[in-house]
């Protein structure tokens, strides 16, 4: 897929994640920007509790607990890039919410469903392009627009899944689910992106 950004990626600056057995929670911030999403389409939230990481069962626990971004993260895991579907989204001046399901490009199977509030404006002009054509998941605009960043996992989640992520992943009935609240900034720890990320239904080995 081209891209107007230079190749000039540079590496992730990562911070550490939640220590096992704290959960760093404040209020309804663990499930921020997910809640608005529901809150705006009059839904019932799904049923999501903060766990620690060491909680986290495998393979989810190697997907979700340490401060990389996850895109690269799922494309490796699963060996083929990533593309976007984008199911809702709303424009508040500079901030961009986005409610999305990441694919595989190879078999266009869900490999994660989130909810993004995005930083607009403290992105560089050509990464701000892409982010609005919203083809190219946020962490490969991050690494082609050599945008350096930290990526902090902010607490872990399980859910147990509703209509809406059940069809998202083509689940026919409530199933337990992984995912992490994630706030990714710049060097100078202003915030660029806040999501939660929810994996869909896998099994160790």
């Known amino acids: 897929m081209s891209s107007s950004c230079p190749n000039t990626a540079t590496p992730v600056m990562p911070e550490s994640a939640p220590a ?51 895109t690269p993260t799922l494309e490796s895991f699963h060996k083929s890039e990533i593309h976007l579907e984008i199911l809702s989204r709303e424009r508040r001046g500079d901030f961009y919410f986005r409610e999305v399901v990441l694919r595989l490009h190879d078999s266009e199977q869900a490999v994660e469903f989130g909810a993004n509030k995005i930083y607009v404006a403290r992105f560089p002009e050509e990464a701000q392009d892409l982010i609005l054509q919203e083809q190219m998941p946020l962490g490969r605009v991050l690494k082609e627009c050599g945008v350096r960043h930290r990526t902090e996992a902010k607490a872990f989640l399980r859910v147990e899944s509703d209509a809406l992520i059940n069809q998202a992943f083509g689940l026919d009935k409530p199933t337990e689910l992984f995912g992490r609240k994630a706030v990714i900034s710049d060097l100078q720890g202003r915030p660029l992106s806040e999501i939660v990320e929810i994996l869909p239904s896998m099994r160790a080995g």
């Open 20 to 70: 096992p057995g704290r959960v760093s929670v404040a209020g309804d911030a663990h499930i921020f920007p997910l809640k608005e999403f529901y809150t705006r389409a009059k839904l019932p939230l799904p049923g999501i509790e903060a766990i620690p990481g060491e909680a986290v069962p495998e393979p989810y626990k190697s997907l979700l607990v340490h401060s990389n971004d996850m």
